[in-house]
């Protein structure tokens, strides 16, 4: 089995930056894929960042693209998503997911473990 824990998030100001950790444990040996999803009240969850096994490919949604980085550090087992230029829409509770293929895609269905999300409100 594996656990994801995330951290990191909190109140800030509109313009300002934060940054969000997700730290694996367990059988960290069979992830492959990593990403970063939010859900804000009333709406569905909704895809943000993933990124491939090496760091090599990473994927955004276009509302975040130029202003979040997503980055991994696999000795430490850990996920990254740094977020800058933050506006109130990107207020909602923010999702580590991690799947156990390769191949990097979006959907949330197809992601195997999940975190238990950490808020991030960002005020206007």
């Known amino acids: 089995q594996v656990q994801l824990v995330e951290s990191g998030g909190g109140l800030v100001q509109a313009g300002g930056s934060l940054g969000l950790s997700c730290a694996a444990s367990?059988?960290?040996?069979?992830?492959?894929?990593m990403g970063w999803f939010r859900q804000a009240p009333g709406k569905e969850r909704e895809f943000v960042a993933a990124?491939?096994?090496?760091?090599?490919?990473?994927y955004y949604a276009d509302s975040v693209k130029g202003r979040f980085t997503i980055s991994r550090d696999n000795a430490k087992n850990t996920l990254y998503l740094q977020m800058n230029s933050l506006k109130p829409e990107d207020t909602a509770v923010y999702y580590c997911?991690?799947?156990?293929?390769?191949?990097?895609?979006?959907?949330?269905?197809?992601?195997?473990?999940w975190g238990q999300g950490t808020q991030v409100t960002v005020s206007s």
């Open positions: 367990g059988r960290t040996s069979v992830i492959y894929a």
């Open positions: 990124i491939s096994k090496s760091g090599g490919s990473t």
């Open positions: 997911a991690a799947r156990r293929a390769v191949v990097v895609v979006t959907p949330s269905g197809q992601y195997d473990y």
